[in-house]
């Protein structure tokens, strides 16, 4: 279960980073975003079939 931690850190990560300035960006970075979301989601669904 340790493994799907790495992945939530990085994106808080990430989203730190996005928060304190890169408001610029909003439109690629929304799409980033919601691109690893989704890995995350999907690899949490793989890991718990």
Known sequence: ME???VIDRFLETFMAYIDS??????GDVAYLTTT???IDI?????FWA
């Open 3 to 5: 493994e799907m931690d």
């Open 42 to 46: 999907t690899l949490a669904g793989l």
């Open 21 to 26: 300035g890169f408001g610029l960006l909003a």
């Open 36 to 38: 690893l979301i989704v």
